[in-house]
C-alpha cells in the first residue's frame, strides 16, 4: 500500500517541498512588488532621479560630460 497508492509517502514529501519552494518564491515576489511600488513613487516626484535613472539605465549624459560603461562580466572559459 506505501508504494502503490496514488498519494505515497514520496510524493507527499515531494509536493511538501514543491509547496516549500512556491511559497519562497511568491515572498519573493511581494517583496520586489513593494520594492518597485517605491521606485515608482520616487521616479513619479522626484526629477533627480528620474536623471539619475536615465542616466544609469540609457547611458544618457550632459552635453560636458564623457561616459565610461565597464563590462562586469567576466566570461566562463
Known amino acids: 500500500m506505501l508504494f502503490f497508492a496514488q498519494y505515497d509517502v514520496f510524493t507527499i514529501l515531494g509536493k511538501r517541498q514543491e509547496l516549500k519552494d512556491m511559497e519562497s518564491k511568491i515572498s519573493f515576489l511581494e517583496e520586489e512588488i513593494v520594492r518597485i ?20 539605465r540609457y547611458f544618457m549624459k550632459k552635453e560636458d ?3 565610461f560603461v565597464y ?3 567576466k566570461s566562463a572559459k
Not at 37 to 56: W, Y
Request: glycine share 0%; no cysteine; charged share 60%.
Open 37 to 56: 511600488e517605491k521606485q515608482r513613487e520616487v521616479l513619479k516626484t522626484d526629477p533627480k532621479e528620474i536623471e539619475k535613472q536615465s542616466r544609469e
Open 71 to 73: 563590462d562586469t562580466i
Open 65 to 67: 560630460e564623457d561616459v
